[in-house]
């Protein structure tokens, strides 16, 4: 397990997969989200046993706010050991928790994990242009924006563009190393 001040990051449950598909049967959440990541149950509990318990290039976890209540999930994927860098995503289920710092705290712990952890040097994300209030979060932690993805993702019948953000371990040791979200 991962905490911050806000988050314990920490891995997913077989308990957590119906609030998932909760989150997913929104329309604004799977909307931002831009895909449908939730598996069938018969994977989900495959996934448990498998790739949900492994950490060498992938990792998910389930986020739980200061009071232990499920309020969304955050991961890395394609850790590249030789460059040194992974993609790491969050989506933040519960609308009670957008708003609050949850995400920007659950970023920064699951950031600090993979900069001091892992080594890493270079952390990137995408996220869909319309996603105002993530891009905001995102360039509150410190990604910063690298370059525009055009027409890369199918959404509600249409090409959409996402953003390709990024943070080196210099600078969020700069902005991070003595201060909390």
């Known amino acids: 397990m991962l905490n911050g001040p806000l988050v314990t990051l920490r891995p997913f449950r077989a308990d957590d997969l119906p609030r ?6 929104d329309p604004e959440t799977s909307r931002t989200w ?17 790739k949900f318990k492994r950490f060498d290039t992938s990792g998910y976890f389930a986020i739980d706010d200061s009071q232990g209540h499920f309020v969304g999930r955050i991961e890395f994927e394609n850790l590249q050991l030789v460059d040194r860098t992974a993609e790491v995503m969050i989506m933040l289920g519960e609308p009670s928790a957008r708003g609050k710092g949850i995400g920007t705290d659950a970023m920064v712990t699951l950031l600090r994990y993979l900069f001091d952890g892992r ?3 270079r952390v990137w994300l995408t996220v ?3 996603n105002e209030a993530a891009i905001a979060s995102y360039k509150k932690v410190g990604f910063i924006v690298e370059g525009r993805l055009r027409e890369d993702c199918w959404i509600e019948g249409a090409l959409h563009d996402q953003l390709v953000l990024g943070i080196l371990r210099a600078e969020f040791n700069a902005k991070w190393n003595a201060a909390t979200p």
């Open 20 to 25: 998932m598909r909760e989150w997913m049967r």
């Open 34 to 50: 831009a895909r449908a990541p939730i598996v069938p149950d018969s994977r989900f509990e495959d996934d448990l046993a498998g």
């Open 119 to 121: 080594q890493l040097e």
């Open 128 to 130: 869909i242009t319309w």
